[in-house]
């Protein structure tokens, strides 16, 4: 629904937008010929307590760069740069098209404008998610089946307020953390010419929004995050998040690990363990479904014996193998990227988003 742009709520909807009246989300001025930063938190800090309101949830101040950071539609906007970067060119395309809307449309005032370039911007949001993103994640075939690839030409009728579009527990506690497998252990970087500028590992950079207005930051990550290949998803996590996760400067912390707290999550929420999801998401044409003990992990070839092997020495029943470590350990389903039961759970989801 574009809320990483525009805010959840009535209150981080005004954090972001710009007082004017043509319709545009609020940025600070960036380097040189440079289009706009996000709203910087010191201003955004001064501008809350003069007005006796909460400064943005962004901005927490125990945050290690403090008012340095910056303001987004989602309070994690500043976990890393890479993030922040996303954030940045989102409203600079909402920015770009409030402008040619406001040419078009010149009796349009700032509300108008705002609203209507909303929509367009959310539409985009979607359409990639659509029709680019989860085709790589649950494969067209699925997408075909389930009715979940945009149409080409005319209207979808797929809405139907008897559908629950609401957030399921084990998406957002579980499945949708499947990426976190992807993440790469530097910012990426590219410059003008091509040239690999690579320099920032990912564990010195967390809760360093700042970075991104330093000149070039932001085009050079985007071309090195749009030519660096994905890592697999393969049950495997880089270190930086495994032993660093929002570690400050000088190491004292230790680090917070992210699997940890992911499979954490999961227990605190009360996810069902695995096994409990391989029987709704059962399949007999995959070999797939619930199963009684170890040794029957591996049926249908979706474990390998040495992740089965592993899940034995630390789970003492096959019934207490939490959500998300028996799933990442999951073989690709198909054409898909991720294995049967979060695509399963993930497909439910985007089916439901969609048509709900």
């Not at 993030?83 to 409030?98: D, K, S």
Request: contains cysteine.
């Amino acid at each position: 629904d574009g809320s990483n742009i525009y805010g959840s709520t009535e209150h981080e909807s005004e954090d972001v937008r710009d007082r004017g009246d043509r319709g545009l989300l609020a940025v600070t001025p960036g380097p040189s010929r440079a289009r706009g930063l996000l709203p910087v938190c010191a201003e955004a800090i001064t501008r809350a307590q003069r007005l006796a309101e909460e400064a943005p949830e962004s901005c927490d101040t125990r945050v290690g760069s403090g008012g340095r950071n910056f303001v987004g539609g989602d309070l994690r906007v500043n976990e890393q740069p890479m993030l922040t970067v996303q954030h940045t060119v989102w409203v600079r395309e909402h920015n770009r098209v409030a402008g040619k809307l406001g040419k078009i449309n010149p009796v349009w005032r700032g509300e108008r404008l705002f609203q209507e370039t909303r929509r367009i911007v959310v539409a985009e949001w979607q359409h990639i998610v659509y029709n680019e993103w989860l085709p790589i994640l649950l494969g067209t075939s699925y997408m075909r089946t389930f009715g979940l690839l945009p149409l080409t030409s005319g209207y979808s009728q797929d809405y139907d307020p008897q559908f629950d579009p609401r957030i399921n527990n084990e998406f957002a506690t579980a499945a949708f953390r499947f990426a976190h497998s992807l993440v790469t252990p530097n910012v990426p970087s590219t410059d003008v010419q091509g040239r690999n500028t690579t320099r920032l590992d990912l564990k010195n950079v967390f809760n360093q929004g700042a970075l991104v207005g330093e000149a070039g930051f932001i085009a050079d990550t985007v071309r090195g995050l749009t030519r660096d290949r994905v890592p697999a998803f393969d049950g495997t996590f880089v270190d930086d998040i495994v032993d660093h996760l929002f570690e400050d400067d000088e190491g004292d912390n230790g680090g917070l690990d992210l699997p940890a707290l992911n499979i954490q999550r999961g227990r605190e929420h009360g996810l069902p363990g695995y096994n409990q999801y391989r029987e709704q998401c059962a399949s007999s044409s995959n070999n797939f479904g619930k199963i009684s003990d170890f040794s029957q992990l591996t049926r249908g070839s979706w474990l390998s014996s040495g992740d089965a092997s592993n899940l034995r020495s630390v789970y003492k029943n096959v019934n207490d193998i939490d959500l998300f470590a028996g799933a990442m350990l999951e073989e690709a389903h198909r054409e898909g990227l991720v294995g049967p039961t979060f695509k399963c759970i993930i497909g439910d989801q985007f089916t439901r988003l969609k048509r709900g």
